[in-house]
């Protein structure tokens, strides 16, 4: 038997290096914009049907980019 | 007399202390040298000096350890061995056995060249990586995985801490001891890869055939090629010290030198994932197996011990496998392996057996019986843990019910290559 302690913090570094090259993705900050429901907001952040459309918006915007090339 | 009855019980406390996981391991060591230390003196069994003595005489293996886990810690950080796994795992098809098999030979290779938990933390992030990618369940080769890593951890001097021990204290090579170990790691990989493959014939197949580029893994490719070039110099060196004689420990330390310097990772960042608790741990156990040696309580036991072999010479080897086995399986293994040293000394100067082939016996043991429990090993602790975020617990039972047959093969195994060795 051994000891581990200290590992989560270390395992929780390699496995976000990893998950990107596994599945890209990028981190944005979406700050809350004026005149809407902060919790209603804050539940984005877990709601597939909007990370749907973000993912669809980035398919647009960057083909919108590469015509514009 | 009575400081043979002092230091045992001390010794049996220490024992009791690790077995339970009160404190931890190195302040139970610290605790457990500190007292040896004491009454030592106060019994005149040993001078101040003759404690320096305990810990310069190993000096090689100390230097070796920590150089080691520089080089580790600089090359996990290199991206090396996440590009190996990707490169590995990349356009395999869809077969789940085959994918498995490659999974498991890569946790081989791994814990090969890092220490098991590193090993473990890479595969095991990898493997959780590619499940969420996949949308399957990969929980079950998750707790494989985990017993690979002791069957890796055996191939190599530089595998695991007590392979280090055990090469320092019978000047055993690097080549030699890759020469003894690779043969029995590869049979037990090839046999385990076997038995895990029968268990997945039902598995449904991969989703998708992985498409990754193992550059994605690589923050920098100069530091990833530095950090590489440097690893294979040190590993031709360590190839090379049979003959150069130049120390493996000063090679190990110049090596992690040369990472620390050319790894463009600022050097306080690698000295503070160093683990160090390790390094107070090893130490200490120097001290408190050097103490008993000199008072004379290791001697005691291993002439009962002796006794016993005198009559059935043969068993000895295997009865060291299994004893070590059986230890690790609750203990940790580098305690185990300091404490046996002496006693196996002792044991093969008496009965006159080969030295050597106690010396691998104790390896087996100790590498492999890590697979008997759940706590048996820090890379079995870390993947129940993983599958403890998951929701999935491991009992005792069920690992025993499931998984103590790989340990079971193994350990069989390896008895049988040690008599192997005996023979030839």
Redesign the interface.
């Known amino acids: ?8 913090e ?2 929780e570094e ?2 976000s ?8 993705h990028i981190t944005v900050k979406i700050v809350m914009p004026e005149g809407v429901n902060k919790e209603e907001f804050l539940k984005l952040e877990e709601d597939e049907e909007f990370l749907q459309a973000l993912g669809d918006f980035t398919k647009k915007w960057l083909k919108k980019r590469q015509d514009r090339k | 007399m009575m400081i043979t009855i002092i230091f045992s019980i001390i010794f049996a406390l220490i024992l009791i202390l690790l077995v339970t996981g009160s404190y931890h391991r190195s302040v139970v060591a610290m605790l457990g040298a500190l007292l040896i230390i004491a009454f030592g003196l106060e019994y005149g069994v040993f001078g101040t000096q003759d404690v320096v003595g305990f810990v310069f005489d190993n000096a090689d293996t100390i230097a070796l350890v920590i150089g080691s886990m520089i080089l580790c810690e600089a090359l996990g950080r290199s991206g090396l061995f996440q590009f190996v796994g990707l490169s590995l795992i990349s356009n395999i098809g869809k077969s789940i056995r085959w994918f498995a098999a490659i999974m498991l030979l890569l946790t081989v290779f791994l814990s090969a060249f890092l220490n098991n938990i590193t090993a473990m933390l890479i595969i095991g992030a990898l493997t959780l990586s590619l499940e969420k990618r996949l949308e399957m369940d990969f929980s079950e080769l998750i707790i494989y995985e985990a017993i690979f890593t002791n069957i890796g951890g055996l191939m190599l001097m530089i595998s695991s801490i007590p392979n280090l021990i055990v090469a320092g204290e019978f000047n055993i090579g690097f080549s030699r001891f890759a020469v003894v170990c690779i043969p029995l790691s590869l049979i037990l990989t090839v046999v385990s890869i076997y038995m895990v493959m029968r268990r997945m014939k039902t598995a449904a197949p991969l989703k998708e055939n992985l498409e990754i580029d193992p550059w994605s893994a690589v923050k920098d490719k100069k530091v990833f090629y530095r950090a590489s070039l440097i690893f294979i110099l040190v590993m031709i060196f360590f190839v090379l010290n049979d003959i150069l004689h130049i120390g493996l420990g000063l090679i190990a330390i110049a090596g992690a030198t040369a990472m620390l310097i050319l790894s463009g990772e600022e050097p306080e960042s690698i000295f503070r994932d160093i683990d160090w608790g390790t390094i107070f741990f090893l130490v200490s156990f120097f001290i408190i197996v050097g103490g008993m040696e000199q008072s004379g309580v290791l001697e005691v036991f291993a002439q009962d011990v002796s006794a016993v072999f005198l009559l059935f010479p043969a068993l000895a080897y295997l009865f060291t496998i299994l004893v070590c086995g059986a230890a690790s399986a609750f203990i940790d293994n580098i305690p185990i392996t300091i404490t046996l040293i002496p006693i196996i000394k002792y044991i093969s100067g008496k009965v006159g057996l080969s030295i050597e082939t106690l010396a691998w016996s104790m390896v087996f043991g100790a590498n492999l019986g890590g697979n008997f429990t759940p706590i048996g090993s820090p890379s079995i602790i870390i993947a129940t843990g993983m599958l403890k975020r998951k929701g999935k617990n491991i009992s005792f039972y069920e690992w025993f019910r499931k998984y103590a047959v790989f340990p079971c093969v193994h350990l069989l195994l390896a008895g049988l290559y040690t008599i192997l060795l005996v023979v030839i």
């Open positions: 038997m051994s000891n581990s302690s200290g590992v989560p270390k395992f390699i496995r290096e990893i998950e990107k090259a596994v599945i890209p």
